[in-house]
Nanobody, 124 residues
Framework: QVHLVESGGGSVQAGGSLRLSCAASGSNFRITAMGWYRQAPGKPREMVATISSGDNTNYADSVKGRVTISRDNAKNTMYLQLNSLEPEDTSVYYC??????????????????WGQGIQVTVSS
């Protein structure tokens, strides 16, 4: 019932910028923490940035200073602004959200949802 959809990916030259979006849709849920992760072929999935319900943020050392994570709770949407992109940033980026589902219990149950992923390619 809850779906996460990423958008805004594509191909850019080194030094360029992209803005990724992740929109959550459904009913009877509340989003708590959200985050962006990425996974390149042959490499493990790694955290890029996370943001809590109180807008506390954390960034991977490899992107800190070049990336900004934000969220619009009214729209159930999270954003990742990627600046000064490097070829090493090339990866599939995944949206993740910790969501409280109220369909079964009044207190809710916590679930982790993933988007399908979106490709970001940075050429040199």
């Amino acid at each position: 019932q809850v779906h996460l959809v990423e958008s805004g990916g594509g191909s850019v030259q080194a030094g360029g910028s992209l803005r990724l979006s992740c929109a959550a849709s459904g009913s009877n849920f509340r989003i708590t923490a959200m985050g962006w992760y990425r996974q390149a072929p042959g490499k493990p999935r790694e955290m890029v940035a996370t943001i809590s319900s109180g807008d506390n943020t954390n960034y991977a050392d490899s992107v800190k200073g070049r990336v900004t994570i934000s969220r619009d709770n009214a729209k159930n949407t999270m954003y990742l602004q990627l600046n000064s992109l490097e070829p090493e940033d090339t990866s599939v980026y995944y949206c993740n959200a910790a969501i409280v589902d109220y369909r079964y219990y009044s207190t809710g149950t916590l679930h982790s949802y993933w988007g399908q992923g979106i490709q970001v390619t940075v050429s040199s």
